[in-house]
């Protein structure tokens, strides 16, 4: 018959260990399961740039950090940029790392939006990134990217039949 | 199917107006499977326009990534009263439209 103390002793360094692990590893249960595959985003974001360089600055990207639902994600993006006639946002390109497709919404501007900032609810597959490309009207390009972690993934999912 | 949008009654010349929009969809993906492994496909609305005096002000287009009942927030500067005309349209001949008044002082 084993010690009791010994089985007790060794039980709790276990769940001790075990607790130490889950607080430390602040990852999603579904982070050991498959990841969803990454898509051919910087493909698409090539094709719509032509090779132009994309710049780093000027786009505030607002994403939650932490998401329950992927489902149901609010999503704000805002350009710095004066919006006069001669100086505009043309476009807002918004993309995806993971989900099935990377392009996830595109909105056009002009002068007459008065301010470069559109705000919407998007849908995400798994934990990753989503970057958000202005192109302006001197036709550069600028960017900013922001990571989230999704605990319930929308998309993929069966429905009855 | 219904769609609402919110857009100041009034507003002074020159103002920056925020028009927020909400359409009735579900927005089906086209990568969902029945149980039974058949593809359910692709329904989506694909575009809004909205055009102020028949001038086209903002247009999205929106792809499978955007949640059901697509919400969309976006600005424009009140430069006369008229009618703001919104219209959404996508897959199977999908077409809403909506318009709102404001006067512009």
Not at chain 1, 75 to 98: C, G, W
Not at chain 2, 17 to 22: D, F, V, Y
Request: net charge positive.
């Amino acid at each position: 018959m084993p010690n009791p103390q010994k089985t007790r002793r060794s039980f709790l360094a276990t769940a001790g260990t075990l607790a130490v692990a889950t607080l430390t590893g602040v990852k999603p249960a579904h982070a050991q399961m498959a990841r969803t595959p990454l898509n051919n985003m910087p493909e698409a974001i090539r094709t719509l740039t032509r090779g132009a360089p994309v710049n780093t600055g000027k786009v505030k990207l607002d994403l939650p950090p932490l998401v329950e639902n992927g489902h149901l994600v609010p999503l704000n993006v805002s350009v710095q940029s004066p919006m006069s006639e001669t100086d505009y946002v043309k476009a807002i390109h918004i993309f995806t790392e993971r989900n099935p497709l990377p392009e996830m919404a595109t909105f056009h501007l002009g002068p007459r939006a008065g301010r470069a900032q559109v705000a919407t609810r998007v849908r995400l597959a798994d934990t990753q990134n989503v970057v958000a490309i202005a192109e302006l009207s001197d036709g550069s390009f600028w960017s900013d990217s922001a990571h989230l972690i999704v605990t319930l993934a929308a998309c993929l999912e069966e429905l009855p039949a | 199917m219904n769609a609402r949008v919110n857009v100041p009654k009034t507003a002074k010349r020159g103002e920056v107006i925020e028009i927020k929009t909400l359409v009735a969809h579900t927005m089906e993906t086209g990568f969902r499977r029945t149980h039974l492994g058949a593809p359910i496909p692709r329904n989506i609305v694909t575009t809004l326009t909205c055009n102020y005096n028949g001038v086209e002000v903002f247009r999205a287009e929106l792809h499978p990534s955007i949640s059901a009942n697509p919400y969309l927030q976006f600005t424009t500067v009140a430069t006369e009263s008229g009618t703001l005309e919104f219209r959404w349209s996508g897959d199977n001949g999908f077409s809403v439209s909506e318009a709102a008044r404001i006067s512009v002082t």
